[in-house]
């Protein structure tokens, strides 16, 4: 009789589940790196539409409607009923173009501006360091080494 041959770690169907798997793990991790942030606009009662508006404004200040239309992919009078609700909540502020008094010009507020600078950075890492905090050392450093690993063989192709 002849003995059953195993099958190969790295048959093409075995790398096929195993890179499905770190996808869906990938796709978890970035949802709950994400989630404290989201909750945050959630509190705030920010649509998505607004949360898009207010990216391109804090990454991009003085941007006139149709920078900010185009940027967001939206019809210049949907952006500026935007602009409008996020103004009178105190989020953003128009200002005249100091070259041309016909246009103005979105900045975000003095409120948004502090928020991203000082908030937003420890509600992305949060979830990370806290559950880094919780690991080993050694869980910590097969952690990095195994994502360093992968980032390697990503960039390699």
Same mark, same amino acid.
């Given at each position: ?42 509190? $705030? ?60 010009? &979105? ?12 908030? &937003?950075?420890?509600?992305?890492? $949060? ?14 450093? $097969? ?15």
């Amino acid at each position: 009789m002849k003995p059953l041959r195993s099958r190969s770690r790295n048959s093409p169907a075995q790398v096929a589940a195993q890179a499905a798997q770190i996808e869906r793990d990938l796709a978890a991790i970035r949802q709950a790196m994400r989630r404290p942030l989201e909750a945050e606009y959630a509190k $705030g009662n920010v649509t998505v539409p607004q949360k898009a508006v207010l990216q391109v404004v804090v990454q991009n200040p003085g941007a006139s409607l149709r920078d900010l239309s185009r940027a967001v992919s939206l019809a210049h009078s949907t952006v500026s009923g935007i602009v409008d609700r996020l103004e009178k909540r105190g989020m953003i502020e128009r200002r005249q173009d100091s070259a041309d008094g016909r246009l103005s010009r &979105i900045h975000p507020s003095a409120a948004v501006a502090q928020f991203v600078k000082e908030r &937003i950075p420890a509600l992305r890492t $949060g979830p990370l360091h806290s559950a880094m905090a919780r690991a080993t050392p050694n869980e910590r450093a $097969g952690i990095a080494r195994a994502l360093r690993r992968l980032r390697a063989l990503l960039d390699a192709d």
